[in-house]
């Protein structure tokens, strides 16, 4: 694999700096970790024994079945939520509540509506007392980097979704957090705009080489962005099994449709991604589940 | 400059619209049965002829004038302590949960007496009766103005609080960027809402208690417009009871419409999306 691009300084965070070295470096261990909800006899697991770990400067990539629990290990990752058994650590140290070493992208617009998109960009700063000029003129870079620059004063609601998604990207890069966690980012974008946000994180993610966790149900876009994929296992939530996407930076779209590693890994993830929503279908339908069963059965006869 | 432009254009575009000019048309068709049925002795309303009549009469006299001053004073005293101790107690309520499991029960238990049912109560309770003709109206307003603050509070999306943490914001921050802001435009709803009621219950408070302590030394025009309502139609003056009735709707509208304006000015964010 090849790193083209240079990355540019000013939006750079320190510790990737010594990104030359090839020694992959954990960032984030989760470790048989399990999430159930309600009470203790009613609780339902969507996160059982789940472990996976994630790798300094890497993108890595969940996917899985709608409703798997993807969202919960967000949330987990974030610390809005403590794990029910299990434990996670990022650099090292065990996640207990909210940091800012990792910021969460999540799936529709969370841009606080009354602030401008310069304010939203200065929330953080703000909030920890950081407001200086230099800040400031940083800030004013990474608008010009979202090109949003000539919507500074607009407010959210003035800005259209795709938009949005570049502001609340400014608006997580300007804290310089260790780890991104984006939970279905370009969910509920018009395809044009959901292609062109992909090719824009990609750059964005190619510049800084920041470690990122991303949910999708995508798997284009999780082949497109990913430099290991973990594919899931329907609810409760597990690593059913993780693709390397080898593929060379800077990617670009329509590089990926004829090449033909890309086609492997996407078949081999949808195989599985099949089957484990085949379960999930089965969960709440009698007739499919005897499908598969006789499915299965055939299979196996010729042998 | 440009802004005056802009105004005087909307406001051609405004009176050249049909929907305008089929507005106009019906309130004067209104106007016009109005007169038809006093003047045919179908109803006992004075016609609106008599009733401007009048109105032209008391627009040069200073208890009036006096009257309006009393109530307009008692309905903002009564709605600006309703402010002050709906929105701290109603933000409170949304953020403490011991605090709300304390004071909800009793605040939803006295939530279903009318502001009026208070009238008897608060004129034994307060020492002046001006005092408890703004008590009632300060009734009137705050229960819309708490019941706004907490529904607003509560609405604010759980992910603002997450995506404040995550980027460091203490507890106080979070209280002051993301709760006060969150929650202003339905405290501006709740203002104007609160504002209208306190309208409504002043009138009725004021013929009850008999215009307050500025009853009597206003004679039968001062003492507020309810007042001044009630003492028209004791002293048989029909005329006079219309145009109080027409001097409340202009207070009340003036009064929202202040109100709408205000907080279209503090939640700039809400204007055309």
């Keep these: 694999m090849t790193i083209a691009s240079v990355p540019q300084p000013s939006i750079h965070s320190g510790h990737l700096a010594r990104s030359g070295s090839t020694e992959p470096i954990t960032e984030i261990v989760v470790s048989n970790v399990s999430k159930s909800y309600g009470p203790m006899k009613f609780a339902k697991a969507v996160v059982r024994d789940c472990t996976f770990e994630i790798e300094r400067g890497k993108l890595t990539v969940m996917i899985g079945p709608s409703g798997c629990g993807k969202s919960t290990l967000i949330r987990l990752l974030a610390g809005f939520e403590r794990p029910t058994a299990g434990t996670i650590s990022i650099g090292g140290k ?4 909210p940091g800012v070493d990792r910021l ?3 799936q529709e617009s969370a841009l606080f509506p009354w602030l401008t998109t310069f304010g939203n960009i200065m929330f953080g700063p703000h909030a920890r007392a950081a407001a200086g000029d230099e800040t400031r003129s940083r800030a004013e870079f990474l608008l010009d980097k979202v090109g949003l620059t000539a919507f500074r004063r607009k407010y959210p609601t003035q800005l259209s979704g795709g938009m949005q998604r570049r502001a609340e990207l400014a608006r997580a890069m300007i804290n310089e957090p260790k780890v ?3 939970d279905e980012p370009f969910r509920g974008l018009d395809a044009m705009t959901k292609t062109l ?14 470690t990122t966790f991303f949910v999708t149900t995508d798997i284009d876009e999780a082949i497109f962005l990913a ?9 409760p939530a597990q690593v059913r099994a993780v693709l390397e ?3 060379p930076r800077p990617r670009r779209l329509e590089d990926l449709i004829e090449n033909d590693n890309a086609n492997l890994i996407k078949m081999e993830a949808l195989s599985l ?5 085949m379960k999930s279908f089965a969960r709440g339908s009698k007739a499919a589940a005897d499908f598969i069963e006789a499915y299965a059965k055939r299979i196996q006869k010729p042998r | 400059m440009a802004e005056v432009g802009d105004r005087a254009s909307q406001a051609m575009r405004i009176i050249s619209s049909t929907k305008f000019w089929r507005g106009a048309l019906a309130i004067a068709i209104f106007i016009a049965l109005w007169e038809t049925a006093s003047r045919a002795d179908i109803s006992r309303v004075p016609p609106p002829t008599a009733v401007a009549v009048t109105f032209k009469e008391l627009m040069a006299d200073p208890s009036y004038w006096f009257s309006w001053y009393l109530s307009t004073q008692r309905v903002f005293a009564g709605f600006i302590a309703a402010m002050l101790v709906g929105i701290p107690l109603g933000l409170g309520m949304a953020v403490s949960r011991a605090f709300y499991g304390t004071v909800f029960p009793v605040f939803e238990v006295l939530r279903p007496i009318p502001p009026l049912a208070w009238v008897p109560a608060s004129i034994i309770f307060w020492p002046t009766q001006e005092l408890s003709i703004v008590f009632v109206t300060f009734l009137g307003a705050f229960y819309a103005v708490v019941i706004n603050v907490i529904g607003g509070a509560q609405a604010i999306d759980t992910r603002y609080y997450q995506a404040a943490r995550s ?11 993301i709760i006060l802001p969150g929650t202003l435009p339905s405290v501006m709803v709740g203002a104007t809402v609160g504002i209208g009621i306190a309208w409504a219950v002043v009138v009725a408070a004021e013929m009850i208690s008999g215009g307050g302590s500025a009853g009597s030394m206003g004679g039968a025009k001062g003492g507020g417009l309810g007042f001044f309502i009630w003492n028209s139609y004791v002293g048989g003056s029909y005329t006079q009871i219309v145009v109080g009735m027409i001097s409340i709707g202009i207070a009340g509208y003036i009064s929202s419409a202040l109100l709408r304006k205000l907080g279209e000015l503090v939640t700039p964010w809400l204007r055309e999306q």
């Design chain 1, 245 to 247: 996407v080898d593929l």
């Design chain 1, 197 to 210: 946000m992909q090719e824009y994180y990609a750059k964005i993610y190619e510049e800084t080489r920041r």
């Design chain 2, 167 to 177: 980027m460091g914001s203490s507890s106080w921050d979070i209280f002051r960027r």
């Design chain 1, 180 to 182: 991104m966690l984006l």
């Design chain 1, 104 to 106: 969460v992208l999540f």
């Design chain 1, 227 to 235: 430099d290991r994929i973990l594919v899931m296992t329907n609810v």
């Design chain 1, 94 to 97: 065990p996640v207990a509540a």
């Design chain 1, 273 to 277: 991604l099949h089957e484990e929503a």
